[in-house]
């Protein structure tokens, strides 16, 4: 491993105030890397890269890499692990009687909580998944899908707000803001697109504040006594959570950030048996929500619930499917006009990888984009495939490409199938 000064390596939480750039999220055990090159090809910043002769990889710098997780997940020998857990400091927190510990699960993650207690690929858990959280000691269980639903109210406003008079501050085309691999993205690549990318906080990043503002108050909790967890499909989440500006509510919004194999495995430590658990709903306040939410953790989900609302808004008439089948991508890049009564033609496009999003974005940056929306996504076919969810089995015996597709293919159309009829 190179020298570097400045950078963290830290295996548990990180130190109060930690600048998240200086911290390795992923790193490469040379002892196990076979220096097979596959993890560049998921990479689209060149962080990951050869060391030395014999190609064993590492990641060079903390600030080059988004985060998103993918060489990880895409490691035929399980070489790359993740430098920053809250497991234990959950732990610790689930048994001190003094601290009001919430949890709050993304739409994406019970989509794949359950492959780590061997159920097919694209099983949903969300009723397991809520009453394992009660089980293993959490004070309130609310939902990020609460949230993802504020989110879309939000985005899809301000996306009227901008169609109707756009400026130099808020221009068109907007781009989505929830996915933190893709905002650090533009942040380090394209900066001058800042302003394009949507205003609106991500999921997590509203939840956060608003258990420990509105949920505080509607519980009589004091918010200082309340320690948020944040329960992603995402190493990026782990990221965003440690960001500066994270702390509207007064306290650090969000205190600790854990993924879906986290949360298998912590439920596997507590010795909870999840397959017989009952099924069991959110706690009320900050629980409820709508298809529109589910639908999120897929690539082209985010785009289809705010153009539900932008159509309605800006037409006056009530969709009569709210399926905009047009704009679900899987991987690539997607583009769709949707013909709205009373306006005229929404033009959007939706991209799958950080590579699609550099196109899309030197599109913009060249004023050749006559978007409406765009919707970016770090994962491929969104956070259902994220770098936090479950490593198929069948990565590791190495045939790849096509069996991935498979594994994103049956979470992703389960998350659509479940968002249409909730
Ligand atoms: S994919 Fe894994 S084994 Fe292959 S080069 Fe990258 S870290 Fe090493
Ligand atoms: S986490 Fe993402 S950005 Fe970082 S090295 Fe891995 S693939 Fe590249
Ligand atoms: S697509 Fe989802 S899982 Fe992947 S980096 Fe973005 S928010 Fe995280």
Known sequence: MQEMENVMYVKNAPPLGSDPDTIFFVQVDATKCQACGECENHCATGAIQPINDEGIRQVLNPAACMNCGQCLINCPYGAIYEGVSYVNEIFEKLKDPDTIV??????????????CFLRPVGTYAGGKMHAALKALGFDYVWDNEFTADVTIMEEGTELIERIAKPDKEKPLPQFTSCCPGWIKFVESFYPDLLPHVSTCKSPIAMLGPLAKTYGAHETHCRPEKIYTVSIMPCIAKKYEGLRQEMADSGFRDIDATIDTRELAYMIKRAGINFETLPDRKPDPILGQSTGAATIFGNSGGVMEAALRL?????????????????????EGINTAEIDVPNFGTVKVAVASGLTNAAKLCDEVRAKMADYHFIEIMTCPGGCVNGGGQPVDPEVRTASLARKIRLAMTRRTGSAIQKGEII
């Open 102 to 115: 919430v949890s709050m699960p993304a739409p994406s993650v019970r989509y794949g909580l359950a492959e």
């Open 310 to 330: 932008a159509y309605e808004k800006l037409s006056g008439k009530t969709l009569k499917d709210p399926a905009i089948k047009l704009v679900r991508t899987r």
